[in-house]
């Protein structure tokens, strides 16, 4: 499986691991109840070659990133932590975007804090601000990226437009979109960051439901190629396009090593094209 270049200087494997799943229920809000099965998870995904781990600070309102620390630190030389903020989590049922100055700086400071790093490699607004200019939110993060403090600018749920408003401020690195299979709402954002050189995240990126199913038409693809739905959803955004950089997540060790055999599936084109078919809009 190739690997891409994220910002310039970040060479990574082009399947990465998403921490969310690590935090406990409901609502993505508490420490994972089984704190060393979570360990052990994160470095078996190092183990098996993943070097970018996505996670945010509003994961168990900050324990993802603590946890990821606990499991990984000192980090690898070739390993990549992404990180987000600008959520806030007043309960567990609530993410509410917050995009002020203070507090972006403030949670980029406990973001440092947590992972234990002294520059965050891809800082990523984990939703922009409604209330506040585009160009501010942007500012606030690019300053802290002069200060040394974090390398790389990312965004999270953006369209094309409020991406390129973006750009105009700073250089972004990254966008991480819901995108996969079924949903692909996200296809022009998709396009354009391939234009750009962005690396473009897809978050929830082996969609549920009756088509995953053994009888729908991923598990009947997956079947004939000899591999199972996750791991055909997986492999077929890896073929998409070239700047996509899957986070799957899971507590179980299992699945992560299910997960990972996409590395090693190659579809064929009456498959992709089949595959290409099933997108909900």
Known sequence: MSDIVIGGDLRVNRLGYGAMRLSGDPGIFTPPKDRASAIAVLRRAVELGVNFIDTADAYALGDNETLIAEALHPYADDVVIATKGGNTRPSAAEWVPLGQPAYIRQQAELSLRRLNIETIDLYQLHRLDPDLPIADQIETVADLQRQGKIRHIGLSEVTVDQLKEAQEVAP??????????????????????????????????????????????????????????AQTALAWLLRRSDNIVPIPGTSSIAHLEENLGARDLVLTDAQVEALNGLASQ
């Open 172 to 229: 972004i690195a990254s966008v991480q979109n819901l995108y996969n299979l079924i949903n692909r709402q996200s296809e022009a954002v998709l396009d354009y960051t391939a234009e750009q050189g962005i690396a473009f995240i897809p978050w929830f990126p082996i969609a549920a439901g009756e088509h995953a199913g053994p009888d729908g038409p991923v598990g009947k693809i997956a079947a004939e190629a000899g591999a199972t739905p």
